[in-house]
């Protein structure tokens, strides 16, 4: 039975396997380019998450086993698909004819880095071949353009050899290096933020750049550090009392939220037989982008007359969500054993009756609130002269 199949038929003995088993169920189990070894490989690390890429990365490193290395060339280029490259990948091989690299990532800029994983510095990096060789096919095949760089992503954290080899060569100008456990490190802030300019500050970190003067680094670690603490554990709105006043008491804990988030994402997972990859701290989609959903948690608030759940709208997901095929707003609440998974287009058609924020910033959102009658329905409020719509339809056990 294909990889694929045993990963949709039972999720959880597939996680359990270590990742050196599942390369071995994988096809025929002889990683090879070009073989369906590799496919059903790749589109596996596709769908897990980055927990996962995580463990399967170390255990490369920890381990020695006669795959490891192809393993974690395609775990280190599905981080980069993490972080919204399009990446291509490389050959586990060389041979004649063909370029040897490992991946190459491309931004929507049309930047482009030539990646080289490497378990170990133990042996001097042939820097001619990644940075002068490869990168010189690569431009001369129209690939890449001739500002491109290169990333070695090494499994040490020790690094000192390597980076006098590159600092010393004439190469230095052109190449980064960068451990995989910071790679990661990378993609859980990119899956934290919410903006898509925290994406490319993040991004920028892996291209060269001079910094003697700072005051690029600064920016970068100035507006990651802004986006990722933007959304506190609480809701981006809550109920405001007559006089102004926030409602907001007894924050719920992160990993509460976490949780209901987390269980809401499986269950749409398995309503529609689809995998679910975390994009940013709210959105998610799926591998080929063509599925997607916004999820956001509200705790409940019983001194607000009939509104119970108060969430907020950003037009980033919007725009999100507009680009996908099939694409969901998923209300969840703290409280129940289940959310409200609404169609794209459910929240659109009320979209011009919602109330709205506009902050200093030029910032914006919209306010959606679930209501609950006396009889214990729920209704989404469209404020008029639009009509409050009935969730009934719309509830998603977890």
């Known amino acids: 039975?294909?990889?694929?199949?045993?990963?949709?038929?039972?999720?959880?003995?597939?996680?359990?396997m270590t990742i050196e088993q599942i390369a071995k169920i994988s096809g025929d189990g002889s990683l090879k380019d070009n073989s369906s070894s590799q496919d059903e490989l790749r589109e596996y690390l596709s769908e897990v998450s980055t927990d996962s890429?995580?463990?399967?990365?170390?255990?490369?490193?920890?381990?020695?086993?006669?795959?490891?290395?192809?393993?974690?060339?395609d775990v280190v280029n599905e981080l980069g698909r993490r972080l919204e490259y399009f990446v291509e990948n490389g050959r586990y091989r060389g041979v004649k004819n063909a370029i040897g690299f490992d991946g190459v990532w491309t931004d929507d800029n049309q930047r482009s880095i030539v990646v080289e994983v490497k378990t170990?510095?133990?042996?001097?990096?042939?820097?001619?071949?990644?940075?002068?060789?490869y990168k010189k096919e690569l431009i001369q095949e129209g690939r890449i353009s001739a500002s491109s760089s290169v990333l070695i992503v090494v499994g040490r954290t020790e690094t000192g050899d390597l980076e006098a080899q590159v600092r010393g060569s004439?190469?230095?100008?052109?190449?980064?290096?960068?451990?995989?456990?910071?790679?990661?490190?990378?993609?859980?802030i990119k899956e934290a933020s919410d903006k898509q300019e925290t994406i490319g500050k993040i991004r920028s970190l892996l291209m060269p750049q001079e910094y003697t003067r700072i005051d690029g680094l600064v920016d970068i670690v100035f507006i990651t550090t802004n986006d990722v603490n933007s959304d506190k554990p609480e809701p981006d709105v809550v109920p405001i009392d007559d006089r102004g006043n926030s409602q907001t008491k007894d924050i719920t804990p992160s990993t509460t939220i976490d949780n209901v988030r987390n269980n809401i994402i499986a269950a749409i997972d398995n309503k529609d037989d689809v995998v679910l990859i975390k994009k940013?701290?709210?959105?998610?989609?799926?591998?080929?982008?063509?599925?997607?959903?916004?999820?956001?948690?509200?705790?409940?608030?019983?001194?607000?007359?009939?509104?119970?759940y108060w969430y907020a709208y950003h037009p980033s997901w919007d725009e999100f969500l507009g680009d996908g095929e099939l694409s969901y707003i998923a209300l969840g609440c703290v409280d129940l054993e289940y959310a409200f998974l609404l169609p794209l287009d459910v929240i659109r058609n009320a979209l011009p009756n919602f109330n709205r924020t506009e902050k200093k910033d030029g910032n914006m959102y919209w306010h959606l609130k679930i209501m609950e009658s006396e009889a214990g329905l729920f209704f989404l409020q469209?404020?008029?002269?639009?009509?409050?719509?009935?969730?009934?339809?719309?509830?998603?056990?977890l």
């Not at 294909?2 to 359990?16: A, E, G, Q, V």
């Not at 255990?59 to 393993?71: H, I, N, R």
């Not at 190469?171 to 859980?188: F, M, P």
């Open 1 to 16: 039975m294909p990889l694929k199949d045993l990963w949709r038929d039972s999720r959880s003995s597939i996680l359990m």
């Open 53 to 73: 890429l995580e463990k399967y990365a170390k255990y490369c490193l920890e381990k020695s086993f006669p795959m490891s290395g192809e393993v974690l060339q």
């Open 120 to 133: 170990t510095d133990v042996y001097r990096i042939q820097l001619e071949t990644y940075a002068g060789k």
């Open 170 to 188: 004439k190469y230095s100008s052109d190449v980064r290096i960068i451990g995989v456990e910071s790679l990661i490190q990378l993609v859980r």
């Open 280 to 308: 940013t701290k709210a959105m998610y989609w799926s591998p080929n982008h063509d599925k997607r959903a916004v999820c956001t948690i509200s705790k409940r608030y019983d001194n607000q007359g009939s509104n119970k």
């Open 382 to 397: 469209v404020p008029s002269p639009g009509e409050s719509i009935p969730l009934d339809e719309y509830k998603l056990q």
